[in-house]
């Protein structure tokens, strides 16, 4: 007993002097390996804060993996990275974090877990989204403690993750070659290395190296809730590219575990089409949709089932079935916009490519009103909703003469069948709405013939929304058309003189062949016979039956394919249908005047996409045309920057040609014109005008013979030339009538005496007076924020058209300036633009310093050319001493403001001798003139005025 106790003694004192040594070793200050510790501070570091610092960061973590919602439908992100939504939840508690790991690196410096303190401070910096902090701390821990596997590791993943948050993948790359040389130096670390990997190859669309490494990230990671996602990724990313059988297994892990219900559907919804056999059929896979329709589990995913089932009918060429099963989809009730788009971008791309345009319209439409923002290539669907009433405007064109000349080019009697046919299919399909209302899904898949031409009545079917459903939509119309008839949509609509008038909105079908087309549609339900009668009358006169017409409508389908092809590679950057477009007019017109601007859009289209085809349309442009623009383009792709470089230069001498005119040292003028067109042959516009100066300072040192030689020389030289020979034309017609009282002078155009005999037009070398207008009241300023945002939200920027990335534009090229009809802009703000006031054409100079003389020389020409013997003149207003405003007018209507508009712009280019980034141009009225008083203000307004214009 007493031999127990005092057993037991021992062991008590041996216990108790055992850990007072070791109490006093571990307090007693020590140097191990040159580092000196101190316990407490090591004990308050790691269990006051390491301990909830890592806790709360786990914490944050596991709440934004919860909290976050994976889109199954398109590939799932490798990591749930920080939002803006995250960021702010989680903002106190990192900087909670961050004050207690900077309390152990200043306040407990000799504890170990200095390291610690750094990581979690890059840590925290991650999940609050501050990720160049993040990123210098981690380069901190990397390099301080790169003796540490575990936390150099763990920091260079960290920072590799936050330069591709921040988007620098050159830099991310780079760690991430330093990350896989140590990659063996930390096992734990490993699974989270490859997957970061992966994220770096996605990022790069790399996605065969990036199966690669997921595939050794699942195999080394043992989160579950994140392996399994990795799971599912690998079975899309397989899927993707081929691997049928191995995306199959990853896909049966995911429904085989206890993944979330939603994941499990998916992947279920997935391995449809990879679980059956090679013979499996698409009826075999409809079966197994339909299955998955009939479990109560799945009533939410009706609408991505019925999608699917629609996809497997289109695969296989069954129309029909897949156009109704699309349409199921959209009846199905659900919250998924990505799916609602889908769908409809699905139907909106059948109907686009099956010509049926207003139908295709309808469901773009529904396409905007649905769309998510992150939905796939969602600029590109911006981009085409923006721009599809133009192109379906154009295609219409193309599909409506097509049809004409088809028409025309048969006999009587076939002609006569057909046009039955047609009038008789269009008087059924424009009415039959309203004795029985039709589904979109019930139209037949076939075509009627002249489909494009003829009008049409179209609904569609998510009649969720009032105006989507074709019962109530149709009731109203009727009941509407019944009491008040053919009404525009504008204000004032009740006014009887609206009755009968055009629909602003446009539209398709017989409004092609008149205005009253409308009206003879809306009248149908009275007189059938008469409706059929003048239907077919439309029809009769529009065909091309003469020479005349037909060139008028190969014409049209020309301009109409050239307009489709810059839309579809400038505005949607669609190239492969802008290849497809310019080849097509090119196999139709292979004489067009556009050949050469055509080769050269090919051969750009073609580069890096297909060389052969690049280097056969090169051949071709510079065997066809050596000496245009394009060829020295090609030759040359600095050319555009050397032109526009010489052009510089030769506005500076044309500059100093026109002060020697004005100082009247003619002598000089004529001997520097003769210089520079010698050195300069290629630039024949200026050539021109400096042309007609020189000819100027003859007629003011020599005889009328001399001077009619040289004008005469102007025509033969710059016959084409739309500013100079006109005006040149002028002179020599008067030259003609006045003869005899022009050659006794001793100088065909004599001094500045005020009682001579002027010439016709003469131009004056006088300053010119400057209009001084009262400023009136500030008028109220158009609100631009709202388009402006819209726009920058859409992804529409300026045109990027191959064109302009070289320079070239066609008001470059333009030889000739034609005025075309100028058509209603229906949007245009009347207060800030009415049809009549007294309006001005401004060329707005952001440069007060610039010699405008020589500009304004040219704007005279160009004004005794288009506008002789009219009231208008060009005057110079400098405002603030910041912009030099050249004015022209006045002008009494908004169209014939326009019009000048229109006349001057593609002439201007060469008129304007000062660099082109410099001014701009607007019409204003006179009202509005009077309020521009400072740089800001004719900026606002120029910004409100082009934003008018592009509506």
Known sequence: MKRNTFSFLFSRLAALALMSYVIVACAVN??????????????????????????????????????????????????????????????QLMDSVIGKALDIINKKTRSKYINEAYLLTGKANYLKANYYNAVEFFSYVAHAFADMPAYRQAALI???????????????????????????SDKRSQGLAFATQAKYYLLTHDEESAITMLRQAVENTRHKPTKLRWHFLLGQLLQKHGYADEAH??????????????????????????ATDENATGADRVRLLRRMLRDDKNAAFKDQIYYQIAEVFYADGHLAEALANYEMALQQPSNNRYQTALTYLKLADHYFSAAEYTTAKHYYDSVGMSLPADFPDVGAVQRKIANLDDLITQLQVVARQDSLQYLAALDDVRREAVLDTIVSDAYARQFAAESEPKHVSRRSDRRPAFDDILPTTISYTDNRFYFNNPDAMGMGQAEFRRRWGIRQLRDNWRFSDMLGQPSATG????????????????????DSTAWVQQLRGRYIEALPDNEAKLATSHGQIHDALLRIGNTYRDELRDNEAAINTYEELLKRYPDTEEAALLYYNLYRLYTDVDEARAAYYKDRLLTAFPDALYSHLIRDPSYMAKLEQQKRVLDQAYENVYT??????????????????????????????????????????????????????????????????????????????????LAARPYALQGADENRERFVDEPTM???????????????????ELAVAA??????????SLGNASGVSRQQLAKTAEVGELGPNVYRDLELLPDSATYFFVINVMNERVNLAPSRFGIGQFNRTRYAGNAISHQLKVVNGENQLVYIGPFYRYDDAKRYETSLL??????????????????????????????????????????????
């Open 660 to 741: 020697l005119y004005t100082q009247q040292r003619y002598p000089d003028v004529i001997e520097e014109v003769t210089r520079i067109r010698r050195q300069n042959p290629e630039r024949q516009q200026i050539a021109s005008q400096l042309g007609y100066l020189q000819a100027l300072a003859l007629g003011r040192t020599a005889s009328l013979d001399t001077f009619e030689h040289a004008l005469l020389q102007l025509v033969e030289d710059f016959p084409d030339d739309s500013l100079i020979t006109p005006l040149v034309a002028q002179h020599l017609a008067f030259i003609e009538v006045n003869r005899d009282t």
């Open 906 to 951: 593609p002439l201007l280019p060469d008129i304007m001798k000062i660099p082109a980034d410099i001014y701009n141009t607007f019409v204003i009225t006179e009202t509005y003139f009077g309020t521009l008083s400072d740089f800001d203000k004719i900026d606002d307004y120029h910004a409100i005025y082009q934003e008018q214009m592009d509506k």
């Open 30 to 91: 020590r140097q191990d390996e040159g580092v000196k510790y101190d316990m407490m501070e090591n004990l308050t570091a790691r269990y006051n804060i390491v301990y909830h610092g890592r806790k709360i960061i786990a914490d944050a973590e596991r709440e934004n993996f919860a909290s976050h919602q994976d889109n199954y439908q398109q590939l799932l992100p490798i990591f749930v990275e920080p939002t803006e939504a995250t960021a702010a939840a989680n903002g």
């Open 249 to 274: 297994q990853h896909y049966r892990r995911v429904i085989n575990s206890n993944a979330p219900y939603e994941m499990s559907f998916y992947a279920g919804l997935n391995s449809v089409y990879l």
């Open 766 to 784: 006088t300053l010119w007076p400057q209009l001084v207008i009262n400023h009136g009241p500030e008028p109220p300023r158009p609100r631009r």
């Open 791 to 800: 726009a920058g939200q859409a992804g529409l920027s300026g045109r990027n």
């Open 507 to 526: 539209g398709s079908g017989p409004a092609a062949f008149g205005e009253g087309a409308a009206a003879l549609a809306d009248t149908a339900a009275l």
């Open 158 to 184: 960290g920072k590799a993750r936050s330069l591709m948050q921040l988007g620098n993948l050159h830099d991310a790359g780079l760690v991430l070659d330093t990350v896989f040389l140590g990659l063996e």
